[in-house]
């Protein structure tokens, strides 16, 4: 599976953007898609995931309320609506996919795409 991100960039505190992960031709069937960012120093962590077959969603307790994640399974693309942007979510956002229908573990992802710069400035 080869993945796409794109949509970052840089807005001021408060703001919002729209992420999106588009795929290759392949479904991810019932599996887990989700979003991890990772700032400068620091390990990367999971944001938000969606289970493709089901749509349910799961979110990390530092962006619940404020991020959405969804999918859009004729477009074969996961999106994350970010709201409320603040200068601690500035990251390098990764969208993946992983062999499990939930996870927010990342060893349990295996497809990584090439990630896309958040910067929120206070």
């Known amino acids: 599976v080869q993945l796409q991100a794109s949509g970052g960039g840089l807005v001021q505190a408060g703001g919002s953007l729209r992420l999106s992960c588009a795929a290759d031709g392949r479904t991810f069937s019932s599996y887990a898609v989700g979003w991890f960012r990772q700032a400068p120093g620091k390990e990367r962590e999971f944001v938000a995931g969606?289970?493709?077959?089901?749509?349910?969603?799961f979110y990390s307790d530092s962006v619940k309320g404020r991020f959405t994640i969804s999918r859009d399974k004729a477009k074969n693309s996961v999106f994350l609506q970010m709201n409320t942007l603040k200068p601690d979510d500035t990251a390098v956002y990764y969208c993946?996919?992983?062999?499990?229908?939930?996870?927010?573990?990342?060893?349990?992802?295996?497809?990584w795409g090439q990630g896309t710069q958040v910067t929120v400035s206070s």
């Open positions: 993946a996919v992983a062999r499990r229908s939930y996870s927010d573990t990342t060893r349990d992802y295996v497809y």
């Open positions: 969606i289970n493709w077959g089901f749509g349910n969603t």
